[in-house]
């Protein structure tokens, strides 16, 4: 008998988790305000990213095999973060015993603007949110992903997050001066190369300011949080909103 509404399983990173809470909230919300269903594995730990980032992606195994255990019989899985989902699909050890799972969650986990607009297919929401919005295309989602076109290659200029936003009544998509430069977070790059990190912040910083945004928003909160700490530091005025938040309080 076939499924009359397909099961999600929501993954949320570690460091939404731990200091963004209100992301998955508002990304369970979003999503059941859209006619899913919707799962939280109670069971779920980090997905092995950081340890990967660091060089110890084949340590990993085991956290790599919790995961696929853990989201195996979902139709689909989604996540508020394009570094994670890249991770999960792209970086996972390869698992010889459980190639068929490891298989079926790689053609299944997809970042939420992805799922939204790829499989539900939503073209436009209806709601409103009159604010001045500039947007971070984060790395992993950007060239990974593919959830946005990137500068470099000559092809039809797309943005699945704009596509989204755009039509929200009141909302001011901001175009910046560079519209795909990494923000300098990288995960442990932040770490070894501070200085460096936090100079190329500032330069995202200053591309938004410049445009009078008011609201900067983006896929992935490791980006943002990095965004907002250089931001707080230096006493800007800037606010910072995951995509989920502004959907999820845009629409009734």
């Known amino acids: ?47 092995g990213q950081p340890l990967a980032n660091a060089g110890y992606e084949r340590d990993t195994e085991g956290s790599s095999r919790h995961f696929l255990e853990l989201f195996k019989q979902f139709d689909y899985i989604v996540a508020p973060s394009g570094s994670c989902v890249l991770h999960v699909k792209e970086h996972f050890p390869k698992l010889s015993d459980m190639e068929q799972e490891q298989n079926r969650v790689h053609d299944r986990i997809y970042e939420l603007t992805e799922f ?20 971070h295309s984060s790395c992993h989602g950007l060239r990974g992903l593919r959830l946005a076109s990137s500068s470099e290659m000559n092809v039809t200029p797309f ?72 931001a707080d530091r230096e006493g800007s005025s800037l606010k910072f909103m995951h995509v989920a938040e502004i959907l999820n309080q845009a629409i009734l």
Not at 209 to 230: A, F, N, P, R
């Open 1 to 47: 008998m076939k499924k009359s509404q397909p099961e999600i399983g929501l993954f949320i990173p570690c460091y939404v988790d731990q200091f963004f809470p209100q992301v998955a909230i508002a990304t369970l919300e979003l999503l059941e305000k859209l006619g899913c269903k919707v799962s939280y594995p109670l069971g779920q730990t980090c997905c």
């Open 116 to 135: 939204l607009t790829d499989v539900l297919k939503v073209d436009s929401l209806k709601g409103s949110f009159p604010k001045k919005v500039g947007f």
């Open 159 to 230: 943005n699945k997050a704009k596509q989204l936003l755009q039509n929200l009544e009141g909302l001011e998509w901001v175009e910046l001066s560079r519209v795909d430069e990494c923000c300098g977070f990288g995960g442990t790059f932040s770490v070894t190369e501070e200085a460096l990190s936090v100079q190329m912040g500032r330069d995202r910083l200053q591309d938004h300011q410049s445009h009078q945004v008011e609201i900067v928003t983006g896929g992935d909160m490791s980006c943002l949080m990095h965004l907002q700490g250089i």
